[in-house]
Nanobody, 121 residues
Framework: QVQLVESGGGLVQAGGSLRLSCAAYGSIFSINVMGWYRQAPGKQRESVASITSGGRTNYADSVKGRFTISRDNAKNTVYLQMNSLKPEDTALYYC???????????????WGQGTQVTVSS
């Protein structure tokens, strides 16, 4: 079994910064893409940023220039540095990872439990 554990959420004023972390634990052979999603009340879950095992990144237009995604492959951990936060960034942030548990396994999609980010105006 694989578990994603997120940390780093909280309450911050507009213009402030937060850093989210997500570590993958369990039976892991390889992780392909890791990413962050968010869901605000009454809205659909949306992709925020993603990063491949080779370091290629992708960002939602709404966070480009403010958020930076990175990962430590040795620690199976992905980070999201969030700067210049805005009230509209308020949401529950979820970590996601494509994991292969053995070299013969297929890729499975795993999700964390979510960490709340609240930005006050």
């Amino acid at each position: 079994q694989v578990q994603l554990v997120e940390s780093g959420g909280g309450l911050v004023q507009a213009g402030g910064s937060l850093r989210l972390s997500c570590a993958a634990y369990g039976s892991i052979f390889s992780i392909n893409v890791m990413g962050w999603y968010r869901q605000a009340p009454g809205k659909q879950r949306e992709s925020v940023a993603s990063i491949t095992s080779g370091g290629r990144t992708n960002y939602a237009d709404s966070v480009k220039g403010r958020f930076t995604i990175s990962r430590d492959n040795a620690k199976n951990t992905v980070y999201l540095q969030m700067n210049s936060l805005k009230p509209e960034d308020t949401a529950l942030y979820y970590c996601n990872a494509d994991v292969r548990r053995t070299w013969t396994d297929q890729w499975y999609d795993y999700w964390g439990q979510g960490t709340q980010v609240t930005v006050s105006s």
